[in-house]
């Protein structure tokens, strides 16, 4: 059984910084695509980040020079830094990847973690 594991949301002021954290655990063979979602109250799941197996990125607009997304394959982690923050960023950040677990049938499934809160409020 695969899960993803979010950690490090929280409370910050408009300017401020956190780092996001998730880990994947369990029977895997390979991960693919790592990325983070947000949903903000009464609004669409949206892409923030994601970063390839190349380590290729792409960001949403809105982040863009703000945010930065990073993995580290040995650690099965993927990071986001996030930077000058915004009240508008405030939402539920969610953990996506594409892994191939090492269960039958051993196809490649995308996976979610639990959601993290991230608040941006003086």
């Known amino acids: 059984q695969v899960q993803l594991v979010e950690s490090g949301g929280g409370l910050v002021q408009p300017g401020g910084s956190l780092r996001l954290s998730c880990a994947a655990s369990g029977s895997i063979l390979s991960i693919y695509t790592m990325g983070w979602y947000r949903q903000a109250p009464g609004k669409q799941r949206e892409l923030v980040a994601r970063i390839f197996l190349n380590s290729q990125t792409n960001y949403a607009d809105s982040v863009k020079g703000r945010f930065d997304i990073s993995r580290d394959n040995a650690k099965n982690t993927v990071y986001l830094q996030m930077n000058s923050l915004k009240p508008e960023d405030t939402a539920v950040y969610y953990c996506?990847?594409?892994?191939?677990?090492?269960?039958?049938?051993?196809?490649?499934?995308?996976?979610w973690g639990q959601g993290t809160q991230v608040t941006v409020s003086s």
């Open positions: 996506n990847s594409e892994i191939r677990a090492d269960t039958p049938p051993r196809t490649i499934a995308s996976y």
